[in-house]
Antibody, heavy 121, light 107 residues
Framework: QVQLQQWGAGLLKPSEILSLTCAVHGGSFSDYYWSWIRQSPGKGLEWIGEINDTGSTKYNPSLKSRVTISIDTSKNQFSLKLSSVTAADTAVYFC???????????????WGQGALVTVSS | DIPLTQSPSSLSASVGDRVTITCRAGQDITNYLAWYQQRPGKVPKLLISAASTLQSGVPSRFSGSGSGTDFTFTISSLQPEDIATYYCQRYDTAPWTFGQGTKVEIK
């Protein structure tokens, strides 16, 4: 049974870089794509991007210019960086287990606990 | 992006009532549609995948149907613990998108 544990800075100033990390416990780390999703009152749930163990990424076009998702296979962890944050990036950020690497598309069946990130001057 | 239009945005029903939520995709997504439940302050929980496949451990009063562009989520007999916001999500092609949510309250 896969479990996701996430952490990172919760209070940022405008223009700073948001940085979050998610550790994957249990299951097969290399068999899936790992995603970041955020939830803000104004925009609901928004998929940010995903990565697999080879470092192959997909990003939401709406955020692509500011997002970097990376992976550390030695620690079974993946990370999110979002640059030039503004108040509009204030949200709860979730990591989640997504589709398999074998071409089977699946929804997000396992989520991290969520982390509130507030951007304020 | 393929838009998802979920309705209603909120509803109020009595315990034991049948509750129905709809989700419409902007183009054919076959059956690549999921439904999630998010209780207040909690993480979204996957209830249904492939439009109608109930996840293990999910009560049978929850069901989903539809294919193509039109989908329905039903709670056959609303219970107090069903108070939550429900979201649809398409997962046919990236970027994966969610509906705007339906907040379900007890009347």
């Amino acid at each position: 049974q896969v479990q996701l544990q996430q952490w990172g800075a919760g209070l940022l100033k405008p223009s700073e870089i948001l940085s979050l990390t998610c550790a994957v416990h249990g299951g097969s780390f290399s068999d899936y794509y790992w995603s970041w999703i955020r939830q803000s009152p104004g925009k609901g749930l928004e998929w940010i991007g995903e990565i697999n163990d080879t470092g192959s990424t997909k990003y939401n076009p709406s955020l692509k210019s500011r997002v970097t998702i990376s992976i550390d296979t030695s620690k079974n962890q993946f990370s999110l960086k979002l640059s030039s944050v503004t108040a509009a990036d204030t949200a709860v950020y979730f990591c989640a287990k997504g589709r398999t690497i074998f071409g089977v598309v699946t929804p997000f069946d396992t989520w991290g606990q969520g982390a509130l990130v507030t951007v304020s001057s | 992006d393929i838009p998802l239009t979920q309705s209603p945005s909120s509803l109020s029903a009595s315990v034991g009532d049948r509750v129905t939520i709809t989700c419409r995709a902007g183009q054919d997504i076959t059956n690549y549609l999921a439904w999630y439940q998010q209780r207040p302050g909690k993480v979204p929980k996957l209830l249904i995948s492939a439009a109608s496949t109930l996840q293990s451990g999910v009560p049978s009063r929850f069901s989903g149907s539809g294919s193509g562009t039109d989908f329905t989520f039903t709670i056959s007999s609303l219970q107090p613990e069903d108070i939550a916001t429900y979201y649809c999500q398409r997962y046919d092609t990236a970027p994966w998108t969610f509906g705007q949510g339906t907040k379900v309250e007890i009347k």
